[in-house]
């Protein structure tokens, strides 16, 4: 059996069961908005962790940052260190406030305390954006992975795997809703972390447990020698490049605590004690999972070689894919191996994508949907509205991850989460701990974080101006930074600071009490 074949079969596999799952979670729904878009709040810490962690452990991941590594060695690695950092943000600042706070979205949180249709309508907007951007990663990801089973002959291949990708992500949110989302996200970590694992033990067996020699090979294999093993081989060509790589550890480390989908995931539980001790199981499988990325990189950079994986795909995509065909060895072994790898990556992708999905509807509907409404939508109503964007969510995704298919998946998602740091963080953090925030801050904020993010990624080398753009005929190229983050954060923060000193109406002091007692206590949380 050929490795495309054996793939296929094992994805269609997993395709089949998850399919199975949103069936069967579909017969026993009540249609409320709470089950549709937090699952009846009955899932445990210790599922919730795995829930969080499969959410995060995107094709980013598992694809992009091992494929970074491969190629710019230590300055790939950063990726990694930023990912996990970023979950002391959320262990800390976000989760237990967060669950306490809220009901369904990040806007529940701010309008607890402000003026609810102006905050429901900037949070969904940002909200929205930052979701189509990571599933902009994920299609990307999706078609790398095609083009390599298909020996990267077949773009229309490419194009219906990312239309399938789509499709599938549409039916598992508008049937199953969040539970049937997250029993997938469930499957989907154990599946990763047990393919990480096979993986990363390979190749520590090749080098007989010596970690020393595998670096000194991955460094002489590299062709930079000893560099590959030190910071600047991406980012230290110039001022550009060391603002670029501040710009980017900003955007990894705050990001995070802004994303939608993962602040959905902390009202999937039933008391914000849960919320915290979920956080902490995702740190442990998350962490162990970055560890390993690691060693694949460096594993993938020694026995693969940078050459042979920007021979298979440009961006570093498919370093993972081709290192477990190579730890297989010859014959079926190696088919079998490359065959799990390739459908582990696929089920990642599917996975992510319809977490995303389900915050980015629950955006549109309860937030702007309800706040456009002269009067509060019925909740069966707005579950129907949900069902529906996922679908135009879909279709843009779609549209979005066939044009941006030469992009490195990590460096898409940095993207994404530079908006996040942008306009989610700041609103959230002075809604959550300044007592004189007011409504006007709360839109500025928002407004004045997403809106530089945006225009700024839009006038980068990303768009055009560069060979690697996602429009190289074009130049608009007036800003220098790939990522926009050491400039929008702060400007986030100053809109929210400068919107809140300027406006004519004081903070309602009674509702920020109030909101403090609950976010602390959990007294009145839902």
């Known amino acids: 059996m050929s490795d495309q074949t054996l793939a296929l079969v094992l994805f269609s ?24 878009y937090a699952g009846g709040r009955l899932f445990s810490p210790l599922e919730n962790g795995f829930a969080i962690a499969g959410d995060y452990m995107s094709a980013a991941s598992f694809l992009g940052i091992s494929g970074l ?104 949110v508008s049937f199953g809703g969040m539970r049937a989302t997250t029993w997938i996200q469930i499957v989907k970590a154990v599946l990763l972390m047990g393919g990480a694992i096979v993986l990363t033990v390979l ?70 004690r849960a919320a915290r001790r979920s956080v902490v199981w995702a740190i442990a499988l998350i962490g162990g999972f970055y560890l390993m990325t690691i060693v694949l990189g460096f594993g993938a950079a020694a026995l693969v070689g940078p050459e042979s994986v920007k021979a298979s795909n440009a961006s570093g995509n498919t370093a993972v894919p081709l290192l477990a065909k190579f730890l297989g060895g010859e014959g079926m072994g190696g088919t079998l191996l490359f065959s799990f790898v390739a459908a582990v990556a696929f089920a990642t992708i599917l996975a ?106 839009v006038l980068s080398p990303v768009v055009s101006g560069s060979p690697d753009s996602l429009f190289p005929w074009l130049d608009l190229q007036y800003f220098p930074l790939q990522n926009p983050g050491i400039v929008s954060i702060p400007l986030g923060f100053l809109a929210g600071w400068l919107g809140t000193v300027t406006s004519p109406d004081s903070a309602d002091d009674d509702a920020y009490a109030e909101t403090e007692v609950r976010s602390l206590t959990g007294a009145g949380a839902v």
């Open 13 to 36: 596999l997993f395709v089949a069961a998850t399919l199975a799952i949103t069936t069967w979670v579909s017969r026993n729904r009540h249609g409320s908005a709470e089950e549709f």
């Open 69 to 172: 590594i491969a190629l710019y060695g230590y300055d790939g690695l950063l990726y990694s260190v930023g990912f996990l950092v970023a979950w002391l943000v959320v262990l800390f600042l976000v989760a237990e406030l967060v669950r306490n706070c809220g009901r369904f979205t990040l806007a529940d949180v701010v309008a607890a305390r402000m003026r609810e249709r102006p905050v429901r309508i900037a949070a969904g907007t940002s909200s929205v954006a930052v979701s189509v951007l990571y599933l902009v990663a994920q299609m990307v990801g999706a078609g790398s992975l095609v083009a390599l089973l298909l020996g990267g002959t077949s773009g229309a291949a490419r194009a219906w795997t990312v239309i399938g990708v789509g499709a599938l992500m549409v039916v598992y």
């Open 203 to 272: 190749v520590l067996v090749r080098f007989h447990g010596d970690v020393n020699a595998l670096l000194l090979t991955a460094a002489d294999r590299s062709g930079h020698g000893r560099a590959f093993l030190g910071p600047g081989l991406k980012y230290g060509s110039g001022w550009t490049a060391r603002l670029d790589f501040i710009s980017l550890g900003l955007a990894l480390v705050l990001g995070t605590g802004g994303l939608p989908h993962i602040l959905c995931r902390f009202f999937t539980v039933p008391t914000a």
């Open 352 to 457: 992510v994508v319809a977490g995303i999905t389900l915050a980015s509807s629950a955006s549109v509907a309860h937030d702007l949907y309800a706040s456009l409404r002269r009067r509060r939508a019925k909740q069966r109503s707005e579950v129907t509205v949900a069902r529906t964007a996922a679908v135009g969510i879909g279709v843009v995704a779609i549209g979005l991850g066939l044009i941006a298919q030469d992009l490195n998946v990590a460096f898409l998602v940095g993207l994404a989460f530079a908006v996040a740091a942008s306009a989610n963080l700041p609103v959230l953090l002075y809604s959550l701990f300044w007592r004189g925030f007011t409504t006007r801050g709360a839109v500025w904020s928002v407004y004045g974080g997403l809106v530089p993010a945006v225009v700024l990624v």
